[in-house]
């Protein structure tokens, strides 16, 4: 047992040492060229339960700089920008807008976003439904 533990360490630390190093992950906050504009309320929830994700104002965390949580984190963020970037919103066609803004409510009504796992590391992100009725007014603007 004893020698089992030692050849494991002998192996497995030099992995997580040389993990950490190789490779590289990135974790950039590219500049803010056109952040979406909506009242403070509306900001509020998004930049509380969205833009660690979906903007260039990214909070790393001290996980997300330790492979292979870091990897994991990255990829989110990156697929997460891709596919909505409020700090990029403002380059969006206004005709496309409006269908951003009924996905953003679909997801949210079916709790799809934020990311369980997000939300499991940030309670204070979750929706809540007072939430989810000022996301509403302002989407479909009533
Ligand atoms: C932990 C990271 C994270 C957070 C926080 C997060 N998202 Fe996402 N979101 C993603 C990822 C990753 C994708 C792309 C993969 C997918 O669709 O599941 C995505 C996709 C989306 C999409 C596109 C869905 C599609 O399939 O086209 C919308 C809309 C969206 N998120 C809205 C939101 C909103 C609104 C919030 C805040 C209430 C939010 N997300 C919070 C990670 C996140």
Not at 22 to 46: D, S
Not at 103 to 127: C, F, S, T
Request: proline share 8%; with cysteine; hydrophobic share 45%.
């Amino acid at each position: 047992m004893a020698k089992v533990l030692k050849w494991a360490g002998m192996v497995l630390v030099p992995i997580a040492i040389l993990i950490q190093v190789f490779p590289r992950v990135e974790r950039t906050n590219p500049p803010v060229t056109g952040e979406i504009e909506a009242p403070p309320e509306v900001m509020a929830i998004l930049r509380r339960s969205c833009y660690d994700c979906h903007s260039n104002k990214t909070r790393w965390p001290w996980y997300s700089r330790v492979a292979p949580v870091s990897w994991l984190v990255s990829r989110d963020v990156r697929e997460a920008r891709f596919k909505i970037n409020f700090s990029t919103w403002a380059e969006i066609p206004s005709m496309y807008k409006v269908l951003y803004r009924g996905e953003i409510l679909k997801q949210v009504e079916n709790g799809a976003m934020p990311l369980a796992k997000y939300i499991w590391l940030h309670r204070d992100a979750e929706i809540t439904p007072a939430d989810l009725d000022t996301l509403r007014r302002w989407i479909e603007g009533d």
